[in-house]
């Protein structure tokens, strides 16, 4: 990563708006919309269009936006073997039924693709397989990066504790072994980002929405909760 010189660089979380036609594709709920033809194109240009717009806003370390996920968290699902979809994993918009849920339920009753996930459930050995889409999101980085400066360039992966935390244990002896699974799975990821030139930003919300996405927690019972996971 590089040090500020002359000024403080700039960057942000990962995530970016995506433009209205790349939210339709999303609402179909086929993992491979983006596979296809002109959808591809589109996701390609989408990609570029976002890149310099970071730039012309004058962020100095910038990211493809995530445009090619449904969402940070979801994504994973088809990136992972040894998954199955859990039939009995409750509501698929966890926000529902979070803090913020029952305090707002006008406002987290309102659908949108990225936060409808359908939960997993962990059945055998972890295996990445999500080569293809991963290729096809750092291709299209590289592809945006031509004719533009930036600083730096990264692109954010889920981290194993946000996964464990959605996608449950049916198969591993322990959550530790389970979560160490995870994290040598996720390695293929985290290191073709790598590989590709990029920062890789693991990204791990976990700590800030723990106490929001689990209602029935007392704040003592997160404090021992995420000292335990960070322990691991």
Not at 2 to 21: C, F, M, N, W, Y
Not at 35 to 58: F, M, P, Y
Not at 123 to 138: E, M, N, Q, S, V
Request: hydrophobic share 35%; charged share 25%.
């Amino acid at each position: 990563m590089k040090h500020s010189v002359d000024h403080i660089l700039t960057t942000h979380a990962g995530s970016l708006p995506r433009p209205a036609e790349l939210l339709e594709l999303l609402k179909s709920g086929d993992s491979t919309a983006f596979e296809q033809g002109t959808n591809a194109e589109r996701l390609r240009s989408a990609v570029s269009e976002i890149v310099r717009r970071q730039v012309a806003l004058g962020i100095d370390v910038i990211d493809d936006g995530e445009y090619g996920k449904p969402s940070f968290v979801s994504y994973i699902n088809e990136r992972l073997g040894g998954y199955e979809v859990h039939t009995r994993a409750g509501p698929r918009n966890q926000w529902l039924s979070s803090r913020e849920g029952r305090a707002f339920p006008e406002f987290y009753a309102q659908t949108h693709p990225a936060s409808t996930h359908t939960h997993m459930i962990c059945t055998g050995p972890i295996t990445y397989k999500g080569h293809a889409p991963l290729k096809r999101d750092i291709e299209n980085l590289k592809a945006a990066l031509k004719g533009v400066e930036v600083e730096d360039v990264f692109m954010p992966a889920i981290s194993p504790s946000n996964i464990e935390d959605w996608q449950k244990n049916a198969y591993y002896k322990s959550q530790e072994e389970y979560v160490f699974a995870i994290a040598e799975a996720m390695r293929e990821e985290y290191q073709a980002i790598v590989d590709a030139g990029f920062l890789v930003q693991i990204d791990d919300p976990r700590l800030v929405t723990y106490y929001i996405i689990h209602p029935e927690a007392s704040i003592q019972d997160c404090r021992n909760g995420l000292s335990c996971a960070s322990r691991r």
